[in-house]
């Protein structure tokens, strides 16, 4: 049985409590392990660590945290297996996405490491003959990092890669239920030699980490992903400090089916969109829009690739779709379901849970006669439902996927060139996918609009959330 502590100042810990919490695997409710449960104590003793260490770190020449970051990059690779196996066993999802989830872990590293050497200053012709002007760019301090339990390893990879390559030192507290990925993330940071301080891990009570490391005023920058709910508490609290955030928050994504798309694709994107970490990821396709022409068409095919779809045990051979986190989440799941179905909707395929498994399983779903009424057509399902709107024109469905409070991911699938470049001038979100249902990639900026988020993250611009400007005035 796993036995995961907290990491702080170079050292392996136990909360100053001792009090631990269990860690169930979601694809048949064992306990796999048990994690150190701290608590605001437990994150003082680590700010003051992240707080310490900051200035050495910071002075490094960015080439030598490159070189860190790469070096951590290697392990990470080296590890690919046994990181793929914890994060499976913790949360759910099939091995091979686990995999790949590792495998852009490192690479978020190494493209941060390229970063560091680029965080350019500016030379500014001032309007005094006798006045020099620059801005140069400096790492915004100490780092808090909160993170989501549905990509345990790259999230807080994606956080570290960018925090680490400005100069700044970092606090991570992860979800409750995934501390095993980021405890093993650590372990291979000390390996790696990263400095006493530099990284350090609380896991545990997130009321009160998340309390501490908005209110302590060591730490200058809090970056957070998660549910809209909670980023909104954390930003009012960050107003308190007048304190630097970047939010990747929920999302509700369109994917929208023109009649001239190659169906296929289309049904292949719609599939990866919606089913992949069984439908759990903040850029998950929330509703598909089809246009009527092809709807039956559309309909035959994706019916028949949602019930090829095989759930189970993520670490089992030939799995394709994992279980969802938990008790809650499965709740929440069927009541958008049974709020559709009560207000007219009705099941294609799927629709409640799935009783022959002993884990939180809900058997992938389709759902027809979908309309704006209904819950799901607002809120974040975080499951593997996929509600199917019909819709006539480009203009009408464009202002179908504009209606929502959310802004994080849209996709779209037409062979028409000049659509392609109106719909994505007129989708109201921050990353869209044309013919494309996978658009994340370390090198483009991943961040939503509205009420999906403040920032970016990866992309050219990786490092500018982690870095201040200072304007330097010289008179000579
Ligand atoms: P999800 O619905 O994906 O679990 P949450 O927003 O609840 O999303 O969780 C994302 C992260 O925020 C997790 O690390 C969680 O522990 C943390 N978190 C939850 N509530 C709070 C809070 N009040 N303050 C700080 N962090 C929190």
Same mark, same amino acid.
């Given at each position: ?221 809090? #970056? ?168 006539? #024109? ?83």
């Amino acid at each position: 049985m796993n036995q995961w502590s907290m990491y702080m100042n170079g050292q392996w810990v136990q909360a100053t409590s001792g009090e631990r919490s269990e860690i169930i695997n979601p694809a048949d409710r064992s306990v796999v392990g048990t994690a150190a449960y701290g608590g605001a104590v437990d994150a003082e003793r680590a700010i003051h660590a992240a707080a310490a260490a900051f200035k050495s770190w910071a002075a490094l020449a960015a080439k030598e945290r490159a070189a860190y970051l790469n070096r951590l990059a290697e392990l990470l690779e080296q590890h690919k297996e046994e990181l793929a196996g914890l994060i499976t066993l913790e949360m759910g999802k099939p091995l091979a996405e686990a995999r790949g989830e590792v495998a852009i872990s490192a690479e978020y590293l190494r493209w941060n490491a390229g970063e560091a050497v680029r965080s350019y200053g500016k030379v500014i012709p001032s309007s005094s003959a006798d006045k020099r002007l620059l801005s140069i760019r400096q790492p915004v301090g100490p780092v808090g990092a909160i993170t989501p339990w549905n990509f345990p390893l790259s999230m807080a990879a994606r956080k570290l890669g960018p925090a680490l390559a400005a100069g700044c030192t970092i606090v991570l507290k992860p979800a409750l239920q995934t501390p095993g990925a980021a405890v093993k993330f650590f372990e291979l940071a000390a390996l790696a030699g990263i400095p006493a301080g530099v990284m350090n891990l609380v896991t545990g009570d997130p009321k009160e980490i998340g309390d501490k490391l908005l209110s302590h005023p060591a730490i200058r920058k809090i #970056t957070f992903t998660g549910s809209t709910a909670v980023g909104k508490l954390l930003m009012k609290s960050a107003a308190d400090h007048v304190k630097n955030v970047s939010m990747e928050l929920g999302g509700h994504a369109p994917l929208i089916v023109f009649e001239d798309a190659d169906l296929e694709q289309a049904v292949a994107g719609a599939m990866s969109s919606k089913f992949r970490n069984a439908g759990q990821t903040c850029i998950c396709a929330n509703r598909i829009y089809v246009q009527r022409s092809v709807a039956d068409r559309f309909m035959e095919q994706f019916k028949e690739a949602v019930e090829r779809l095989v759930a189970g045990d993520g670490r089992v051979e030939g799995t394709t779709i994992g279980p969802v986190i938990d008790e809650k989440s499965l709740r929440k799941i069927q009541f958008q379901v049974d709020d559709a179905i009560s207000k007219g909707a009705s099941v294609v395929t799927g629709g409640k849970r799935n009783e022959r498994l002993s884990g939180y399983f809900f058997e992938p779903t389709i759902l027809q006669d979908v309309n704006d009424t209904m819950t799901i057509s607002q809120e974040e399902t975080f499951g593997p439902v996929a509600p199917i709107y019909l819709f006539d #024109t480009e203009e009408e469905v464009i202002n179908q996927a504009n209606h929502s409070v959310y802004g994080l991911a849209a996709y779209f699938y037409t062979k028409d060139l000049g659509r392609t470049i109106r719909v994505y001038e007129a989708l109201e979100y921050g990353i869209v996918g044309c013919n494309d249902a996978v658009p994340t990639a370390v090198e483009g900026p991943f961040g939503g609009l509205k009420e999906s988020g403040i920032g970016r993250e990866g992309g050219p611009d990786s490092l500018a959330d982690f870095l201040e400007t200072k304007f330097v005035s010289i008179r000579i």
